[in-house]
């Protein structure tokens, strides 16, 4: 009797496994499907959401793009398979940087669906914008700058040695005394870039005054040269303002989000990791949502 279950079972299973291999074979690129990549389907949402991040220039033809399209995914589902094949997958490194991008992309399309909830800004609103951030538009100005980069000292109390510097020149005496090196170069800093308190601040300096910014694990030291100013076109300013408000808003939104995550959430530091008891994070937007109301998805 057991013999008999056993051989029933197998046969069971021989079927079964014949069927999902039968069914894997008739799977034929029609309706949704534009191609079928070793058993893998490409779909039409799939071309249709390629074309759509795709610059596309007017009066092109769509059906040479959809099929210009559908290669590039298909070689991309190739090498993607032979990359499985090789065991990448399973690198510990690819499974980090996965769950960064699939994370990312989470808070990205979070922040998008929360930006439906925000309502465009009328006239009034646009011209309220635009007139309490002139460095953004009828006072945008193009400067060029002479500047020290250094690496950031463990300690940025540090950089209070700096402030008696008036020239450039006295911040790289200081910097060599303090025993660190810096590169110097020339480049641009166009005024929209910069948060508005600190573009006040820059133009509020005397002429060839240095200021200094950390950024990161680098300190750049700046001085202004010269300076050219962006001709101020109001049409073009309005999209630019309604896009500006939706950030704002949006970033409003996602700081309450995680202000609530953290008042539910269970996190628990090894000792050393743990963020400053008195650091505040009413002030700044976390990197993470800066990022995320940039460029939110469409």
Known sequence: M?????VKKSTLL??????LFLSGCEKTAEGQVAAIVNGEEVTLQEINAALGEANIPEGADKDVLKQSALQQIVDRRLLAQAA???GIDQDPAYLIRQRQLSEALLVRM???KAGTTIKVPDQAAID???EANPFTFANRTIYAV????FPAPADLAELKQLEVAKTLEDVGGILTKMGIKFARKSAQ????QVPPAMMAQIVALDPGEPFVIPTGATVTASVIKGQQKVPYDAEKAGPIAVKAIRNEEMAKIMKQRLTEAKAKAEITYQTGFAPPAEKSEAADTPDVIKKAVEAPTG
């Not at 021989?14 to 069927?19: D, L």
Request: charged share 20%.
């Open 2 to 6: 057991v013999n008999t279950v056993s």
């Open 14 to 19: 021989a079927v079964t496994a014949g069927a």
């Open 84 to 86: 499985k094949e090789s």
């Open 110 to 112: 979070y922040a998008d």
């Open 128 to 130: 309220r914008y635009t």
């Open 146 to 149: 002479d500047q020290l980069i």
């Open 189 to 192: 800093m166009d005024s929209v």
